[in-house]
């Protein structure tokens, strides 16, 4: 038998069906039901009631972030992020050339640019070594202490590592990268609720983390995003600008300044507080998919994709790596004709055509890794009823 063939019999068996088996689906199976219909009941289900702000308090405290502000999706809390941090028109903002589209739409739509570099083999995330190296190259510090690339002048603002599938980048060199070269620091935490680097929370790094809730992370609201602040002030300023700005008045309205409307309704924050109950399970339950992976693949010509030794991740994607293009095809299409649903990672967003004119670094591990990866099926398996 190939080892495709095996693979499509292991993850029948694992799931226990010969039934489509989806990339990531969702788990209702604890208080989901009763806590919606509560905010229904209410009548509060929209940008005000009770659990909105008990879901911020959970991730809060899940995290140690200090301050955490949902948003309606990920993309908006990247989007108010970077408004945040002062990034605008002309500015130029770090990210990886491998990413999903989200991160560099939400550079794009405050006038900047994303400046693609090539990402780690060890973590598959931003690599220090090639953003120093291009930082070298081609950027200096101005007199007033700016990161400027230097062919077109335009000030370096922001970097914005993402941690693919959940493991996280390389923190230290990239945090210690940053403020050398006076760069502000935006994780994008989307996919990596539940990953940590030498201990700490993904997202906490940062002056500002971003999660995502969206149905296929590991839990979902729906739609659903976090921005997670580091410093006070950055958190009750975050809370004011997605809420339109509005100064708090019993009848009056005056907004302050240019607001955002991307406050997460109850009634997906309701959704959230039901899943916060159930992401222990999720992510143990992960964990041991992995487990299981790691030991199918190991001594085969499919590398199956480890956490880096300094972290340790949620493993909300899996992934492994093939010996070619074409082994990569092959193994698209039979898993897929099976019934054992697998993708290849997105396209490089150098190659897309929005941003195929931005400035990037040479992107050799990028590019091996878009012909040769393929995500399996990485649904927890959950045979047990989870109701509290
Ligand atoms: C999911 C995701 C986002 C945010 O997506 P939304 O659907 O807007 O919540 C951002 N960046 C990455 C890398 C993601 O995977």
């Not at 062919?151 to 990268?177: C, Y």
């Amino acid at each position: 038998m190939t080892m495709i063939k095996a693979f499509i019999n292991y993850a029948q068996d694992l799931y226990q069906t010969r039934e489509f088996i989806p990339l990531h689906a969702p788990s209702f199976q604890g208080n989901e039901r009763f806590y919606v219909v509560d905010t229904i009941d209410s009548t509060f289900v929209s940008s005000v009631g009770k659990y909105v702000d008990q879901f911020e308090s959970s991730i809060e405290e899940f995290t140690s972030a200090n301050k955490a502000v949902a948003t309606v999706n990920g993309t908006a809390a990247l989007h108010a992020a970077l408004f945040m941090a002062g990034v605008g028109a002309r500015d130029l903002v770090i990210t990886q050339a491998l990413t999903f589209v989200a991160t560099c739409n939400a550079i794009s739509h405050l006038g900047a640019e994303p400046l693609f570099v090539d990402i780690s083999k060890k973590s598959l995330g931003l690599c220090p070594e090639s953003t120093e190296a291009f930082l070298i190259e081609n950027a200096f510090i101005n007199d007033d202490g700016y990161c400027i690339h230097r062919q077109t002048n335009r000030h370096i603002r922001a970097l914005v590592p993402m941690h693919t599938f959940g493991h996280p980048v390389e923190l230290d060199e990239i945090t210690e990268l940053c403020s050398r070269w006076n760069i502000i620091l935006i994780e994008d935490s989307a996919e990596s609720l539940g990953s940590y680097y030498k201990g700490q929370h993904t997202g906490t790094f940062g002056r500002f983390g971003v999660l995502s809730f969206n149905g296929n992370k590991v839990i979902t609201t729906g739609g659903g995003g976090m921005i997670l602040c580091q410093d006070n002030a950055d958190g009750i300023h975050a809370k004011h600008i997605t809420t339109t700005a509005k100064k708090p008045h019993a009848y009056e309205f005056f907004h302050d300044e240019l607001g955002f409307n991307y406050r997460m309704p109850n009634i997906n924050a309701a959704l959230g507080c039901a899943q916060m109950e159930s992401l222990q399970l999720f992510l143990d339950k992960k964990r041991e998919l992995a487990d299981c992976y790691s030991q199918f693949f190991a001594g085969s010509e499919f590398k199956f994709v480890e956490e880096p030794g300094y972290a340790k991740s949620n493993y909300w994607l899996n992934a492994v790596i093939c010996e070619s293009s074409r082994a990569r095809d092959n193994f698209l299409k039979e898993t897929n004709e099976n019934g054992v649903m697998t993708r290849p990672v997105w396209q490089l967003m150098n190659r897309l055509p929005m941003f195929s004119g931005c400035i990037k670094n040479d992107l050799p591990v990028s590019e091996y890794i878009e012909g040769t990866l393929v995500n399996i099926p990485s649904s927890p398996i959950i045979n047990e009823p989870v109701i509290k």
